[in-house]
């Protein structure tokens, strides 16, 4: 059943020969890599107008200098990161940056921050996508979380399939968000040229400050608007890992899918702020709420752009279309998320900081086992922060500024080693690097500064636990492969010796002693642990007509416990023996339906785990297929979709790979 | 550390030989197997005056009149059941009694209304004694669900600890019970002589009928305020059951404590329930409310007997006892159920009609896993049922009044066997077990037909699915006992077939084959799958170096899975080489610490329970330990705790017997 419905919804397995057919052409990957850089201009503009709204109404001019400054950073880390495309053609990510440039511990820690960004990504934008959903249509909020957990849902179904599906299935939504913002751009202007000046309906709300904008107090605010507001620099990391996944030549068309991007999102966002500003949109912090006078009394606040859209189409179908599409870019830039943090996860894994199952490749050619975890770590944050955007993004873009940052100080230290500004060409590119490198570790103090106390200090504690973790598996992988290389001493036991575990003459004794004699073992012995007196007589009694040539032996148990009296026979045994391999067999019994489980093989795991720790012991696993799990053996796998309507169609189907 | 703490809690392991030690005197025997019908007087009044409330005022006065039948009702069993005490000397349990003479379905019957209502006891005593002490201390009211999940931890701890000990712990509340109740009958007597009339505070509410009280709707409040009586005839069916605990003569000292108990029994309720008539006791059912006049606002009503000792004592110290010894028999009554749950699954199990893991006395010689079972199948109803006693006991008694009536039928059947009326000394004791039949059969019609809507129907369909599953595991194990008896056919292979399955070249995998080759196999073959092409050629390399005289069969598995083609492979040999047995050799990673189990044995578990589905395939696990590992398997079992003392006070410890 499981198996039918995996083939149902991820498709059919991909031969790993197939794997270069995935590659995007730039039509494709602007969308998938682009989707979460460019969604973000849906809240950018409105965190600014929040966080200085703190101050009451006197310092929301100043929303427009803010997104200077923001256009002005967004241009230095493109321009900084097309570089990275070309000097890293196998993938610039934060992690293989830092790691070859600063050493492996700045590449960790650009890892870690990565890591948790990704989650954060995926919650923050999916979050964002339902608000927009629910400012249309405020009856949905009470199910904003769970609408948010199915949209992670249908995301990772989706991305189970495979990269180029994925990236076919959200260019709709990335170009058609795109073309309406440019389009409500495009009306507002001829409302202006008209005469008109479209107002929000908040415009005429008055706010009540929360702070008292003065002196420290009104610079504090500015620096926080503006570390808001660099949630629009999100996502730019995601091209520079993702070149690999490029057709060629991979780096010209990833910087220049980098570039149209940052063409895009520039516009785009200054376009949005200016219309805020001109539209008089007021948004206050739903954190620090009853500020508001003027508005009505069961007022929810829309996000910014909803008012800017209703404001400026004056409603109807294009309004419509508006929070349509921005709730799926929105919700689609959690797909960039989907793309980076897998890719990540199994660098790391192949490096040994992660677990070695995030490695490899899953039958869709994806890596399954990451994108698994990205899921569950980001519906968990979703359920715990109740999908409020505004809190987690919070949390976030302190991840993207660490990684910026390591990036391209590593990037700086890369065109030192290729000969240092002196070498021809290496000046310029190591001069936009070390600006870049400057711009963001001041915003990522800036960040760091202004949003500690808001939830930043999770993410503090986040990345360093991430850290140490990684260091930790490192280490143990770098144990056990110490321990276990091909040269470590091997136990060569001289000869074997059988020992049958039966709790009652039975057919599957019988048969284990059988299978155990097939091995010719120096010695064989059935072992029976004695807590039932007449079960025992009735062994002995059954055993000497069964089995008369297999010596029975037979063990007290004054206390009843089966594992420890089995445990103690088999040390003294190797006391003697020491040179002798102790094979101990157990009956499995082979079930079919769940309830019987319940009623069979309780003892054998206990036994068998307990068994693995003494020394010089191997465990032998009989089965023993009772009529239901012969039923359940015989059962032919399911065959795929593709089988069946082959064979519906009346074609031959192909073969059936099998899965795991 | 879980086995340090299962000492601290339930002690050290007993012997099996000092079961007999473990026997009750009568003066134990009382508490340990009585507690149950004589705490039941605490509610039984209560629950008359409830039913006949709904009535309102005009039926309490009938309240003695129930009473009388109630009385006579128990009698009738006492006689019945002390008759099955000497009958049944190895516990007459209504299954024993009602398989043996009724036959098998009919044992099954009075099983499961047994395992029902064992579960209602435990659930409703605890629930009565929270009522008790929130009846004193109404603060507490919030948290009894929680007290009482707490209490059901205590007993089950105490239940652990075995049966002779919770005997002595229980003796003290049990007996404290009954000499304050007998002191509150001298006390009002007393205050009557003195010309005092004590009343209750509730004694001047009037109340309003919820029904009015006339024509067949008053027989129905006046049968049902009989049939929520009734609830003191539970636990009778205990002492008969345990009749093996009782120190010899067991069966005279069992019917001689059965007396005793229904001589307490009747006293207390009739005493009881004269005093609530006296004292103008006004109480309504909790699931009616809203019709008291003349109460305060926030009036809480307390339980009857609460009302009673508090007019009688008029408050004070006694009153306190009252209401702490209250609480503290009822919380013991569950204890019967503790007794008589374990040890009827022990049975049944012995009789394959439950999982065999309930038949094994635990290493205190107790039916651990019964009591377990018990435990949290009595939690999951109080917190279902928010620990309501009101609600819970509507479910109560139909149980006990089908296994009554089974019983007592047997009993009938039994005598006839016995030689009939006309064999000396029958007649008088068929007599008085039949009209025990017909009693408890009238009883059982008027409490499925009163409370049936009331929450019975619920019981209704768990004991019918509680005699369907026991049906179901009993032709389980017959199929599984016909399909492994000893003659049935064994697969004899003539040679074996070792195939060590390596994931890459390493001491494990080495270790692997040296272990294989022990066995001297017709064949050995190392067998890996392909899944990445720099492994397979390093694992190709090494492998001449380190083992080439064992060949390397390498799998191509084009989509990357690893069960699938070993799975194909073995298949396809072993339709070449049908004789013959694969023994499959699997590494397991023996780790120490939790966090390091998330990063080993991933593939291990899955390719283990596959390959025991392909016929004639035995699957060995060779144990490799890493570093972790090592130092888990060369750490002593914690010492018990006696063992610890002993050295503490410089005695040598007694040897540590093990356990599972």
Same sequence: chains 1, 2.
Avoid at 128 to 156: E, N
Avoid at 172 to 182: E, G, R
Avoid at 296 to 309: H, K, N, R, S
Avoid at 350 to 378: C, E, M, P, Q, Y
Wanted: proline residues 6%.
């Amino acid at each position: 059943m499981t198996e039918w419905a995996k083939r149902l919804l991820v498709g059919r397995p991909l031969r790993t020969t197939s794997l270069h057919r995935q590659l995007l052409p730039k039509r494709l990957a602007l969308p998938v890599f682009c989707s979460d850089p460019i969604s973000s201009v849906a809240y950018a503009t409105e965190q600014i107008i929040m966080a200085l709204t703190l101050g009451g109404l006197a310092l929301l001019h100043l929303t427009g200098w803010v997104g200077v400054a923001i256009v002005g950073v967004l241009a230095v880390i493109v321009l900084s990161y097309r570089q990275t495309c070309y000097a890293y053609p196998n993938g610039g990510g934060a992690y293989v940056v830092a790691r070859s440039n600063l050493g492996v511990n700045a590449g960790l820690v650009a890892a870690s921050a990565l890591l948790v960004d990704y989650v954060l990504t995926v919650a923050v934008s999916v979050a964002a996508g339902v608000d927009a959903i629910t400012s249309y249509a405020p009856g949905l909020q009470p199910w904003s979380v769970a609408l948010s957990v199915a949209c992670i849902a249908v995301l990772t179904v989706v991305n189970l399939r495979g990269t180029r599906e994925s990236g076919r299935g959200f260019a709709v939504p990335t170009y058609a968000f795109i073309a309406t913002v440019y389009v409500m751009f495009l009306f507002a202007a001829w409302r202006l040229l008209t005469g008109e000046r479209p107002r929000a309906t908040s415009a005429d709300f008055t706010i009540e400050p929360y702070f008292q904008p003065a002196g420290l107090v009104a610079i504090f605010l500015v620096l926080r608007a503006f570390a808001s507001g660099c949630t629009a620099l999100t996502g730019v990391e995601a091209v520079s890992n993702g070149v690999p996944a490029f057709r060629p030549p991979k780096s010209r068309n990833a910087a220049n899918t980098l570039a149209v991007m940052g063409a895009l999102s520039i516009t785009m966002f200054s376009g949005i702020t200016a219309l805020a500003l001109l539209t008089g949109v007021r948004m206050i912090d739903p954190d620090h709420p009853g500020r508001i006078a003027g508005a009505p009394a069961d007022y929810v606040e829309p996000t910014a752009l909803a008012q800017i859209g209703q404001a400026v189409f004056g409603g109807g179908i294009l309004y419509a279309l508006l929070q349509a599409t921005t709730a799926a870019i929105l919700i689609m830039a959690a797909n960039t998320a989907y793309n980076g943090f897998p890719m990540l996860a199994s660098i790391l894994s192949a490096d040994s900081f992660l677990s070695r199952h995030l490695h490899k490749r899953g039958d869709r050619l994806v890596f399954s086992n990451g994108i698994l975890l990205l899921a569950t770590a980001a519906a968990v944050l979703l359920v715990v922060f109740d999908a409020n955007s505004s809190r987690l993004i919070q949390l976030y873009i302190i991840g993207v500024f660490v990684s910026f940052t390591l990036s391209q100080t590593g990037m700086v230290v890369h065109w030192q080693r290729a000969g240092g500004p002196r070498a021809p060409g290496v000046l310029p590119r190591q001069a936009i690097n070390a600006v870049g490198a400057v711009v963001t570790a001041v915003v990522l103090v800036i960040v760091l500064t202004t949003k500690f106390l808001n939830g930043a200090w999770l993410v503090c504690l986040a990345m360093p636990a991430l850290f140490l973790t990684m260091k930790g598996i490192r280490r143990h992988y770098d144990q056990v492969r110490v321990a276990t290389r091909p040269g470590a001493a091997v136990d060569r036991p001289a000869s074997g010796h059988a020992m049958v575990l039966v709790s009652r003459l039975s057919a599957p004794a019988l048969q284990a002693v059988a299978y155990a004699s097939v091995s010719r073992p120096a010695g064989l012995e059935a072992v029976h642990v004695c807590v039932d007196e007449e079960e025992t007589r009735e062994l002995r009694e059954g055993w000497q007509r069964y089995a008369p040539d297999v010596p029975l032996t037979l063990i007290d148990s004054p206390y009843r416990s089966i594992v420890g009296p089995i445990l103690d026979h088999i040390r003294k045994r190797r006391a003697r023996h020491a040179g002798q391999l102790v094979t101990v067999y157990i009956v499995e019994y082979v079930i079919g339906r769940w309830w019987e489980r319940a009623l069979h093989n309780r003892m054998t795991a206990r036994l068998r785990k307990r068994l693995l720790l003494v020394g010089g012991v191997t465990v032998t696993l009989v089965p023993y297929r009772l009529a239901s799990g012969e039923r359940r053996a015989a059962e032919p796998r399911p065959p795929r979709l593709a089988t069946r309507l082959a064979l519906l169609a009346g074609r031959t189907p192909p073969r059936d790979p099998g899965s795991d």
